[in-house]
């Protein structure tokens, strides 16, 4: 499904956001990095408070209707890994993660002409996505 809307857009990303702190709430059952994945959970609310916030902050109704954006929602089909054990759901974790960057740097570039607050939001939030793969990535070799 194509997405043209800062409002679809944004959906998309808060039910990923929501999605993946869900499933890193759920990873710390397993009892390794809990603290970290914690962190990774709330940093995922809020940034879909984040990009809300930037949104109401900008948006019109002859914004919305001049499609921002173009953004095919199957092209980042999120993943969640499963998580019946933590080293199957871990190796998941980076794949999930570049996604999302991915995601966010995409809306980013969209929508710097007409929306640059949300994009601005956007640029942060995959910012912080790259250092999490990273962390993640540095936690793994652990």
């Known amino acids: 499904m194509k997405l043209h809307t800062a409002s679809e857009v944004i959906s998309l990303v808060r039910t990923f956001e929501n999605e993946t702190a869900e499933f890193y709430d759920q990873l710390c059952r397993f009892g390794k990095h809990e603290?970290?994945?914690?962190?990774?959970?709330?940093?995922?609310?809020?940034?879909?408070?984040?990009?809300?916030?930037?949104y109401n902050n900008v948006i019109s109704d002859a914004l919305e209707g001049g499609f921002a954006f173009d953004i095919d929602a199957e092209e980042f089909g999120l993943k969640i890994p499963r998580a019946s054990s933590f080293p199957q759901a871990f190796e998941g974790v980076v794949r999930m993660e570049t996604t999302l960057a991915r995601l966010y740097s995409t809306a980013a570039a969209q929508s710097e002409s007409l929306l640059p607050d949300v994009s601005c939001a956007m640029k942060t939030i995959a910012r912080k996505r790259q250092a999490r793969i990273e962390k993640l990535r540095s936690l793994l070799d652990a």
Do not use: G, I, S
């Open 35 to 54: 603290e970290d994945l914690r962190v990774f959970a709330r940093e995922n609310r809020r940034n879909v408070v984040q990009v809300q916030l930037a």
